[in-house]
């Protein structure tokens, strides 16, 4: 097993506020012991391809289990989030603290820019390729500061569609130089750029429909895709390109805009 990913157990799971389009109708609406049982499905799964870490849950930051948001890893360096939403700040000591404990090396961007983590940040596997994405969250600053950091190939990309507001939720690079993603939730010009640099047998474009239901939030480890729902269709033609489809659904933690990718964040970026 090679791969490792951190998550963190939904006790203080919520909708307690409002920071995007999903929690504004389901504000108090999330059933506690559903969203445990989806979160353990997903943790008992994912531990069958790879080591999952576990952070400890706290009090009155709803938003926690999402750590896919808590930074970026790159080798031995975590660059911590600096949230957009005050909502979110306070995860932000708990997050540095496990990195720091467990001997990462913390590498801040200018403090007032904001950056979430591996929500706007997705490397192609198998590539030195960055793509970032900026609108809601992410400030496109950020973008400059982590290629020059790391001397990383980065790609930005303009999200213009308020219920795909983390790159996360629209894209998903995937092995084999294919990228899977949802063209309406971007610019015309970074379409353009995610077509002129993905040959067209390698882009998996898929319909809103699927992309409501999270199907590009998905954890992919090789060819595994763990992801929450996908129409026959988009299974059969992912079937068909070599993946294999796991589902797991966690319709508790769609109330609040995140997906199991959202769930778990890879600490394995080389
Ligand atoms: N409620 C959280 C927020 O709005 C959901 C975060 C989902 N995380 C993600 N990586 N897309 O910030």
């Known amino acids: 097993m090679n791969s490792r990913f951190l998550m963190c157990a939904p006790d203080y799971f919520g909708v307690e506020y409002s920071i995007n389009p999903w929690m ?18 997903l943790f008992e799964t994912l531990s069958k391809f790879a080591r999952v870490e576990l952070l400890k849950p706290r009090p009155h930051a709803p938003d926690m289990v999402f750590t896919a948001n808590a930074g970026l890893i790159r080798n031995d360096a975590f660059i911590p989030s600096h949230f957009q939403h005050l909502e979110r700040r306070r995860e932000e000591t708990h997050f540095r603290k496990w990195f ?25 596997p198998e590539s030195n390729l960055l793509w970032m994405g900026y609108g809601f969250r992410t400030d496109l600053r950020s973008h400059d500061l ?8 980065v790609i930005t990309l303009q999200l213009v569609d308020p219920r795909f507001y983390h790159l996360d ?13 949802y063209p309406g939730a971007f610019s015309t010009d970074s379409l353009q750029s995610i077509r002129a640099n993905i040959p067209a047998q390698n882009r998996i474009e898929i319909a809103e429909e699927d992309a409501l239901h999270f199907a590009c939030n998905a954890i992919a480890i090789e060819n595994n895709l763990i992801l929450n729902h996908a129409s026959p269709g988009l299974i059969h033609r992912l079937q068909s390109l070599g993946y294999r489809v796991i589902l797991n659904p ?7 805009g995140g997906s199991n990718k959202c769930l778990a964040l890879s600490l394995t970026h080389r």
């Not at 504004?24 to 499905?41: C, E, F, I, Y």
């Not at 001997?103 to 997705?122: H, Q, T």
């Not at 629209?170 to 899977?180: H, K």
């Open 100 to 124: 720091r404990m467990m001997g990462y090396r913390l590498k801040d961007l200018a403090s007032p820019v904001r950056f979430e983590g591996e929500g706007d940040a997705l490397f192609q």
């Open 250 to 256: 966690v319709g508790e933690f769609l109330k609040s």
């Open 146 to 153: 982590l290629k020059k950091l790391f001397l990383l190939r």
């Open 24 to 41: 504004t109708h389901n504000l108090g609406r999330v059933d506690p012991d559903k969203a445990k049982k989806q979160w353990h499905r």
């Open 169 to 181: 939720t629209c894209f998903c690079p995937l092995s084999g130089n294919r990228v899977m993603y």
